[in-house]
């Protein structure tokens, strides 16, 4: 992957973990872009409903890399910080490379507050996204977003509010040897 001069903090971690509302509180307080493109973004820049185009992508990887491509251009053209499933792997060069971690069971309790339903159906619908996002992070990229060694900080963020795990972020950042200051 092509480097940057952007500065860029990279947030992984599977659903519900606080990708999207951790990153969202850093950059803020940064003063950055927010990046988290997602599939529903890329169905509504297609103009396909959501559901279809997970339908779609269960065949077709193309929608991944679109994703995943989209994800990276944008975090390469200002400072940012980027939220996604596969972050800190699509991004080598970022400042800092953070892996949120949560239980299962806390992971769908909170896609259950978020999206309603059942908490059985959610911890059922949590561990099927697991395995069908693992196997297709191998299968596309080699990446086994089990395995969390590349990350310079990993968070168990059901210690913490998201406002104290900005804080974690953004202190590790500007403390990581000059790279985010």
């Known amino acids: 992957m092509q480097e940057t001069k952007a500065r860029i903090i990279a947030i992984s971690g599977k659903s519900g973990c606080g990708n999207t509302t951790v990153g969202a509180i850093l950059a803020r307080r940064l003063g950055v872009t927010p990046i988290n493109y997602t599939f529903r973004s890329l169905a509504a820049d297609r103009g396909i409903p959501f559901e279809r185009l997970l339908e779609l992508a269960q065949e077709d990887p193309s929608f991944d890399r679109a994703v995943d491509e989209k994800q990276v251009a944008l975090a390469r053209q200002a400072d940012c910080v980027i939220g996604s499933r596969l972050a800190m792997w699509l991004l080598p060069d970022a400042a800092i490379h953070v892996y949120l971690w949560a239980s299962p069971e806390i992971r769908a309790g909170r896609v259950h507050r978020r999206e309603g339903g059942t908490l059985a159906e959610k911890m059922a619908a949590t561990a099927a996204r697991d395995a069908r996002d693992h196997e297709r992070y191998l299968k596309l990229y080699g990446i086994d977003n089990d395995d969390w060694?590349?990350?310079?900080?990993?968070?168990?963020?059901?210690?913490?509010l998201p406002e104290e795990i900005a804080s974690i972020i953004e202190s590790a950042a500007k403390s990581k040897k000059g790279r985010w200051t």
């Open 149 to 160: 060694t590349k990350a310079d900080l990993t968070i168990n963020t059901e210690n913490f």
